[in-house]
C-alpha cells in the first residue's frame, strides 16, 4: 500500500468557539519561519513516492501567495506522486482569484472547503470568520480557477436547530453542485469555548438531523460512503480513505501525526517547541508507540465500519498475520444479534441505525 503526506498549516485567522485544535491566531504565525521548518522536517523523504497529499489545517488559505508556492516547491522537491490526489484546505474569507489560480496552477486538484453552514446566525455563533456570502463567492471563484472537484464541510446539531432551519442549509449546500460533502454533527469538546461557557448539544435532535442530512444528499446525487462523507460517484476522497483503510502516511507540520507500518508518531504541538526542535534535530516527534498486530487489526477493523462498503474480516486476519481474538469475535456476534451490525459472509458492516452511534460499537470493540 502507497504512503500519503499530510502537511498541517496551522494558522487561523481567530479561534472558532468550538474548535479545540492548536492553532496559531494572527500575527502569531510566523509563516516563514514555519515553512523554513517544514522544509528542514521534509528532507529526509527525497523522492518518496506518495499517493495522495492533503494540506489541512488550520486554514491553509491563509497563506500568502509566496508561502503557498514555497509549499509546493517542496513537495516537488522531496516527493513523487504522478497522479496523487492533491488537496488543499480553504476556508471562504481567504478565498481570491488569485489564490486558486495559482494552486490550480501547481497541480492542486482538490478543495476541501470549510462553508460549516449557510446560516447567518449560526456562522457568528460558531465565531467563524466569514458569513454566507462569502461562501457562494468563494465557491464560485473555485470553479472559475477549474476546481472540478470540491467537497464542502457542513456542520449541523447546534442547539436548537430545527428541521426546517436545516432544510434551509441543505437548499444552499445542495444548489453548489459540489461533488463531495462531509458533515459533521457539533460536539462540545474540551478545550474549545463552547466547554467553558458550557454549551449543550442534544444527540437525539443530531441523530434526527443526520437522518435529514443523509437523505437530502441522497436525493441530491451523493451516495454516502462513509459515516460523514457522501460523494458523486468517482469522488470519494482517496486520501481519507486512505487513513481508513490503516495506511502508512507521513505528517509534517506542528502536531502532524504520521504512521508506518504500525509505527505511530506524532509532533509537538506547539509553535514554539515545533521550530525549535525543527531548527536543532530536524525532526518534532514528542511522542511514538508501536501498535502490536492484533491491535492494527482492531484498529483497521473499527475504521473500516466507518466505510458503507464495510470490513471484509478474512482479510484483515490475513494483511496483519494474525486471528480476531475470541472475545473480540463474541462482541462482533452480539453487535449483529442486537441489530448494530450486518454481517455478509466474513464482511461486516454497520446497519443504518449504527452509523448513529458508531463511537460507542468502536468503544465496545477496541
Ligand atoms: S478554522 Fe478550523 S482549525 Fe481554525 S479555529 Fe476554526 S475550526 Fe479551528
Known amino acids: 500500500m ?14 472558532c ?25 521534509a528532507q529526509p523523504y527525497r523522492q518518496q513516492a506518495v499517493s495522495s497529499l492533503y494540506v489541512g489545517g488550520g486554514t491553509p488559505s491563509l497563506l500568502s501567495t509566496d508561502g503557498i ?12 506522486g504522478g497522479d496523487a490526489e492533491r488537496v488543499f484546505e480553504m476556508n471562504p474569507e ?30 457568528s455563533w460558531l465565531g467563524r470568520t466569514h458569513g454566507v456570502a462569502e461562501n457562494f463567492y468563494a465557491f464560485k471563484v473555485l470553479r472559475s480557477a477549474g476546481f472540478d472537484n ?15 432551519q436545516l432544510d434551509q442549509d441543505m437548499d444552499a449546500l445542495v444548489s453548489l453542485g459540489s461533488e463531495h460533502v462531509a458533515v459533521y454533527a457539533l460536539t462540545v469538546e474540551e478545550r474549545s469555548v463552547f466547554h467553558v461557557r458550557g454549551e449543550k448539544v442534544s444527540l437525539d435532535s443530531q ?59 506524532w509532533n509537538a504541538d506547539t509553535l514554539p517547541q515545533y521550530l ?42 490475513e494483511r496483519f498475520g494474525v486471528l480476531l481474538p475470541v472475545d473480540r469475535r463474541e462482541e462482533l456476534d452480539v453487535l449483529v444479534a442486537d441489530g448494530w451490525l450486518i454481517r455478509d459472509g466474513a464482511c461486516m458492516q454497520v446497519a443504518d441505525r449504527g452509523r448513529l452511534v458508531l463511537d460507542e460499537i468502536s468503544a465496545r470493540l477496541i
Open 69 to 80: 508556492r514555497r509549499l509546493a516547491a517542496l513537495v516537488r522537491e522531496n516527493f513523487i
Open 276 to 317: 525549535k526542535m525543527i531548527r536543532t534535530g530536524g525532526r518534532a516527534v514528542i511522542g511514538q508507540e508501536h501498535l502490536t498486530p492484533v491491535a492494527r487489526l482492531m484498529e483497521t477493523l473499527v475504521l473500516g465500519l466507518r466505510m458503507n462498503a464495510g470490513i471484509n474480516i478474512a482479510l484483515l486476519e
Open 94 to 123: 481567504s478565498v481570491t482569484p488569485e489564490k486558486a489560480a495559482l494552486l490550480r496552477s501547481l497541480g492542486f486538484n482538490r478543495v476541501s472547503f470549510g462553508a460549516q453552514s449557510f446560516d447567518r446566525r449560526y456562522l
Open 207 to 265: 441523530a434526527e438531523l443526520y437522518q435529514q442530512v443523509c437523505a437530502r444528499l441522497k436525493a441530491a446525487g451523493l451516495f454516502q460512503y462513509e459515516v460523514s462523507n457522501f460523494a458523486r460517484s468517482g469522488f470519494e476522497s482517496r486520501h481519507n480513505s486512505h487513513y481508513w483503510q490503516g495506511g502508512n502516511y507521513v505528517g509534517l507540520g506542528m502536531g502532524a501525526h504520521a504512521h508506518h507500518d504500525g509505527q505511530r508518531s
Open 150 to 164: 470540491i467537497s464542502v464541510d457542513l456542520m449541523f446539531g447546534f442547539p436548537g436547530q430545527t428541521t426546517a
Open 17 to 41: 468557539l468550538y474548535c479545540a485544535f492548536p492553532v496559531v491566531t494572527g500575527r502569531f504565525f510566523r509563516e516563514a519561519d514555519y515553512l523554513d521548518a517544514v522544509e528542514l522536517e
Open 2 to 15: 502507497m504512503t500519503s503526506l499530510y502537511i498541517h498549516i496551522p494558522c487561523c485567522a481567530r479561534k
